[in-house]
């Protein structure tokens, strides 16, 4: 088992800046594919970005490219999402997930392919 705790979400203005943090337990993580999805109030959770487990590659939502980015530390445990330049319709609930390493390809776009989530963390962004 894995355990996904997001931090970091909130209130926030038009145009600021937060970063997320997701903090893993229970396996190692450094076997692990990372990704953040998002859920707004009424609509389907949808994929935000993603990075492989050593980081080699990166996965990036059109709707948040340039905006936001995706890191990890593995010696921490631990997955960002750095979010800039937040406009409103980036309000949701934002959730991280683990996908166990497997010798084949997998698309991390995918929820379907994630074994594990967190709890989500609300993020609020007014204009």
């Known amino acids: 088992q894995v355990q996904l705790v997001e931090s970091g979400g909130g209130l926030v203005q038009a145009g600021a800046s937060l970063r997320l943090s997701c903090a893993a337990s229970?396996?190692?993580?450094?076997?692990?594919?990372m990704g953040w999805f998002r859920q707004a109030p009424g609509k389907e959770r949808e994929f935000v970005a993603a990075?492989?487990?050593?980081?080699?590659?990166?996965y990036v939502a059109g709707s948040v490219k340039g905006r936001f980015t995706i890191s990890r530390d593995n010696a921490k445990n631990t997955v960002y999402l750095q979010m800039n330049s937040l406009k409103p319709e980036d309000t949701a609930v934002y959730y991280c997930?683990?996908?166990?390493?497997?010798?084949?390809?997998?698309?991390?776009?995918?929820?379907?392919?994630?074994?594990?989530w967190g709890q989500g963390t609300q993020v609020t962004v007014s204009s």
């Open positions: 997930a683990a996908d166990l390493l497997e010798l084949s390809s997998t698309d991390l776009t995918t929820a379907a392919v994630y074994d594990y």
């Open positions: 229970g396996r190692t993580f450094s076997n692990y594919h």
């Open positions: 990075l492989t487990w050593n980081s080699g590659a990166t």
